[in-house]
């Protein structure tokens, strides 16, 4: 029997739309965090917004300077390191598991994927952009049938889409990361998983080196 699922309360609610704001780069790192101002944007009390803030303090997004209150972390080049050298040796081995495991459904499903991701490229919405590749590589995690890495994956990716966002805003990556996915996908419908791991390997590769890049450009 499945539980009910409660509605979210007004600190994980502000704790989301914060970290949304943080990862779309609405705030830049090293900007402060005016309590009473987001509490009035968001028409909540402070007591939230505090709480939100402490669990982003928390989970390294925000931090406590003292005198200039709460800003913006930095985005750290040697986190984003270990977590790209993590993901191009977990996910093409995910790629493989997803060719034997992955549903009666999963051309279906990938195929309707790719068009909503190509949708997101076309709109220019960062978030949408962002959301729906998330969507893609949560969809071969889901598919290889292994908890311990789609868990692994998900508690690492608010800090991965965090420098998404910045690649995205910088680059041209998201048309060439949806070519990619395309590349992937193929590759894995056609039965061919030597290909379909390389591909994904090459395609995380190349967004650890563009991220690389881009975050070198900050202090």
Known sequence: MDEIALPKSLTEQTYDILLDAICAGEFDPGERLNQDDIAGRLKVSRQPVNSAISILKADGFVEDTGKRGVVVAQISSDQFKSIYEFRSAVEPFAVRLAHDRKPSNAEALSKELLSRGWSAVKSGDLRLQIQTDFEFHAMIYDWSGNETIAKAMR?????????????????????????????????????????????????????????????????
């Open 155 to 219: 508690n690492n990716w608010h800090h991965i889409r965090r420098a998404m966002g910045v690649v995205v805003r910088q680059s041209i990556s998201a048309e060439t990361s949806w070519q990619e996915h395309q590349k992937i996908i193929d590759a894995l419908m056609s039965d061919d998983v030597g290909s379909a791991e390389n591909a994904m390997r090459r395609h995380i590769e190349k967004a650890q080196h563009e991220t690389a890049s881009i975050l070198s450009q900050f202090p």
